[in-house]
């Protein structure tokens, strides 16, 4: 069994050398458990936060421990009533190739309803933030004008369609041509802005929301916020899912000032998608039944081999995926 630890914890933004690769003999499941081989793990965002001893939602990561994380696996050893062996399942045990766990720490996962893959994108964590995000906080109406940034990735592209299902004008920002013309081209965006290439992100902005922004659905915060903010419209809705600009800094850098929020009495609401836990299974077969008809489109962007782990995890920073990123670590 190969697994990636968090070996020291990064200091800005992560390098190779803060991670440790080790390889343990598997271990035999006990009753209740299963041996789960990985087929896909997921890397994250969010993962950079745990990766720093900092207080949040959830614990930081522990050092000399596995970087815990989504993963969808196929049981290949059962000692549980709930699973079979072949059965496909999702877990949380993150970078290892094979893991031993309570079967109340899977989910199964069923192969007819979408490939498996998707368990982590479009029909699995991400995908339920774009959901409960937009709809739950954003609260799209036919005809607004709806911002997205970080638009190319696995949550802004469904935060986008989903606002085109609302009947919304939509506007992605992303950080390069291919991304913007993918987002125009293939998911029917109204309009896509380079933010790497654009010389005027505000002008940019104004050209393609001449009726300002009703709802502005955050991703990365930092520099590209404060162009889209003086845009705000009337009680406009923002909702706070992301701030990828600044997880790798080192120092806070403090609230910025933002007096559009006050004179349009716009709401700024910050949200973690396990808020709407309870609502999942409702979210999940909306999602499903729009994957389903084609009204939801979902891109994963897949790099094969367990070795590749940590590079595809700093490639997020570097804006290297369209959609989901994903690791294929085994195809059976
Ligand atoms: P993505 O698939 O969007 O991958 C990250 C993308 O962010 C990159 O491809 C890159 O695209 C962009 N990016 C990276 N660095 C910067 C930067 N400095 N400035 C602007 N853009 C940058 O990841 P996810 O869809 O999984 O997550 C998107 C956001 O949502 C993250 O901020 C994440 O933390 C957050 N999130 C929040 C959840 C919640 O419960 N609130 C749950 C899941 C995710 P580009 O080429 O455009 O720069």
Redesign the pocket.
């Known amino acids: 069994n190969q697994k990636v630890l968090l070996a020291r914890r990064p200091r800005g933004m992560p390098v190779h050398e803060d991670f440790r690769w080790v390889e343990e003999e598997i271990s035999q499941p006990a009753f209740g458990e299963v041996l789960v081989k990985t087929l896909y793990l997921s890397v994250?965002?969010?993962m950079r936060g745990r990766m720093s001893d900092r207080k949040s939602y959830v614990p930081p990561y522990q050092l000399d421990e596995v970087v815990q994380g989504g993963v969808v696996g196929k049981v290949i050893q059962s000692r549980s009533k709930e699973f079979q062996e072949g059965d496909f399942v999702l877990g949380n045990y993150g970078w290892q190739t094979y893991a031993v766990t309570s079967e109340d720490e899977l989910t199964r996962i069923d192969p007819d309803l979408a490939p498996i893959s998707t368990a982590l994108g479009v029909l699995g964590?991400?995908g339920l933030?774009a959901y409960f995000?937009l709809l739950e906080i954003g609260q799209p109406k036919p005809g607004e004008t709806v911002v997205i940034?970080?638009a190319?990735?696995?949550?802004?592209m469904t935060a986008g369609q989903i606002a085109k299902i609302k009947g919304c004008r939509v506007v992605g920002i992303?950080?390069?041509d291919q991304?913007t013309a993918y987002l125009v081209n293939e998911l029917g965006f109204d309009g896509a802005i380079n933010?790497k290439s654009s010389k005027s992100l505000r002008n940019d902005l104004e050209q393609v929301c001449p009726n300002g922004v009703d709802i502005y659905y955050d991703?990365?915060g930092?520099e590209?916020s404060d162009q889209v903010l003086p845009l705000l419209n009337h009680q406009a809705r923002i909702p706070l899912?992301?701030?990828?600009?600044l997880y790798n800094l080192e120092k806070d850098i403090g609230p910025r000032i933002q007096p559009r929020l006050l004179i349009t009495s716009a709401m700024m609401k910050g949200?973690?998608?396990?808020d709407y836990v309870d609502k999942f299974d409702q979210g999940l077969k909306q999602l499903a039944e729009w994957v389903k008809t084609g009204w939801l489109k979902y891109r994963e962007n897949v790099i094969e081999g367990f070795e590749h782990t940590v590079d595809a995890f700093l490639g997020?920073?570097k804006?290297?995926?369209i959609?989901?990123?994903l690791v294929r670590v085994s195809d059976r």
């Open positions: 994250d965002p969010y964590m991400p933030t995000g940034s970080g190319a990735g696995a949550v802004g992303a950080g390069s991304k933010y991703n990365v930092g590209i899912c992301g701030q990828i600009s949200f973690i998608v396990s997020l920073f804006g290297e995926n959609g989901k990123q």
